[in-house]
Structure formats: structure tokens, C-alpha cells
Nanobody
Framework: QVQLVESGGGLVQAGGSLRLSCVAS????????GGWFRQAPGQEREFVAGISWNGVSTYSPDSVKDRFTISRDNAKNTFYLQMNSLKPEDTAVYYC???????????????WGQGTQVTVSS
């Protein structure tokens, strides 16, 4: 079992940066891939980034890959999402998730955090 808690969301102006953190509890965290998703009001949840259990493999969709970077520190049971050059359309609740890399990148992870709000003002 893995429990996930996000932090780092907030209000930022367009062009600014934020770093989200996701702290995991559970002894098996280091064996799970991690990921970030987001959901804007009235829209479906969207995959944003995924990272393999050892950090060697990462994947992000074209819409964010030049601006968002996912990383992890297994010693701290934490993974991160660095978001740069933020746009108003990045406004959403951001969720971290964990499971196998395939499940994360397919949008079907077993474990989810509660979400953190990111608001980008124009």
C-alpha cells in the first residue's frame, strides 16, 4: 500500500514557475513508478508526466514536455514536478499517482494523492 500527499501548489503569474512535491509513505514506494496528472474544471483528468521506479525513464506528452520536468528522490520517498513557463491553461488540480510505469502512463495507476491546486493568472 502506498499513501501519497502532494504539496507546492498555489497562485502564480503566467510565465512563472512552481515545483510540486509528492511524499509517499509505505515501504514499497521505491519499487513503484510515479506520475502526475491534472484536472481542470469541467475537463477530464489528463496525464502530465511519469517516471520509472529508478528515475531512468520519464515520459511527458508534447503539450508540457518542454516546460515540465518530473524527478524523484527515493531516499526521501518523494517525487517532484518542476513546472516552468506556466500558462493560464495550466490551471488545474494536480494529482500525484503511483503504480507500474505502464499503469501510470496509461492513466490507470492504483494509488492517488488528494490533489493540490495550481492557479496561473494572466
Amino acid at each position: 500500500q502506498v499513501q501519497l500527499v502532494e504539496s507546492g501548489g498555489g497562485l502564480v503569474q503566467a510565465g512563472g514557475s512552481l515545483r510540486l512535491s509528492c511524499v509517499a509513505s509505505g515501504r514499497t514506494f521505491s519499487s513503484h513508478a510515479g506520475g502526475w496528472f491534472r484536472q481542470a474544471p469541467g475537463q477530464e483528468r489528463e496525464f502530465v508526466a511519469g517516471i520509472s521506479w529508478n528515475g531512468v525513464s520519464t515520459y511527458s506528452p508534447d503539450s508540457v514536455k518542454d516546460r515540465f520536468t518530473i524527478s524523484r528522490d527515493n531516499a526521501k520517498n518523494t517525487f517532484y514536478l518542476q513546472m516552468n513557463s506556466l500558462k493560464p491553461e495550466d490551471t488545474a488540480v494536480y494529482y500525484c499517482a503511483a503504480d507500474t510505469f505502464g499503469a501510470v502512463t496509461a492513466g490507470k495507476p492504483s494509488y492517488w494523492g488528494q490533489g493540490t491546486q495550481v492557479t496561473v493568472s494572466s
